[in-house]
């Protein structure tokens, strides 16, 4: 059976820097019929979809444009995990943050979830 | 982006009563690469992440029962709870799979009234 296991930080201040981990077991990170991804949701927001990576001979990475450039997902094959830092934190990156196996095209795969949130 | 709706916001039907939830892509979701429309149903419970229900607007996801259907195509699509019971109460979700960045309707809280 499949499993996410999230870790990671409840409390970042501004401007620093947030790291969350997502463990998985039950399934390898570099299959190739499955993409990983991260998605937040804030009362604000709803759902809001923020990166994936998945391995097609190599690796490849999406970004949603409202946090380009300032969010990296990554997938750390010895340890079977996927990672987003989320750097400048303001108070609006304030969310329940989630990774998610997709295959088919649906997350159907999630983790716990983490709430985060950015105060001083 | 590909901008989801639904319909309505709420509502609150007697348990047995039908649900009928829609959504709305603002753009067909109907890719091209398999003639499938990459839309997806999920349900939330409070404190709990998303579960999925359905993938490709109508394939129901293994455990769900079948009082739920899905159905539509290009850009309208329809969430059906034939019979509420009490632990359908939930909010439902759709998100369009075609193109990045996925994106979600607002959500539709179900309640047994």
């Known amino acids: 059976q499949v499993q996410l296991q999230q870790s990671g930080p409840g409390v970042v201040k501004p401007s620093q820097t947030l790291s969350l981990t997502c463990a998985i077991s039950g399934y390898s990170v570099s299959g190739n019929s499955v993409a990983w991804n991260w998605i937040r949701q804030s009362p604000s927001r709803g759902l809001e979809w923020l990166a994936r990576t998945y391995y097609r001979s190599q690796w490849y990475y999406e970004y949603a444009v409202s946090v380009q450039g300032r969010i990296t997902i990554n997938a750390d094959t010895s340890k079977n995990q996927i990672s987003l830092q989320v750097n400048s934190v303001t108070p609006e990156d304030t969310a329940v943050y989630y990774c998610?196996?997709?295959?088919?095209?649906?997350?159907?795969?999630w983790g716990q979830g983490t709430m985060v949130s950015v105060s001083s | 982006d590909i901008v989801m709706t639904q319909s309505p916001d709420s509502l609150a039907v007697s348990l047995g009563e039908r649900v009928t939830i829609n959504c709305k892509s603002s753009?067909?979701?109907?890719?091209?690469?398999?003639?499938?429309?990459?839309l997806v149903w999920y349900q939330q419970k409070p404190g709990q992440p998303p579960r999925l229900l359905f993938y490709w607007a109508t394939n129901r996801e293994s455990g769900v029962p079948d009082r739920f259907s899905g159905s539509g195509s290009g850009t309208d699509f329809t969430l059906t709870i034939s019979s509420l019971q009490a632990e359908d109460v939930a909010v439902y979700y759709c998100q369009q799979c075609d193109s990045v960045p996925f994106t979600f309707g607002p959500g539709t809280k179900v309640d047994i009234k």
């Open positions: 998610g196996r997709q295959f088919r095209g649906a997350l159907d795969f």
């Open positions: 753009q067909s979701v109907l890719t091209s690469s398999n003639n499938r429309n990459c």
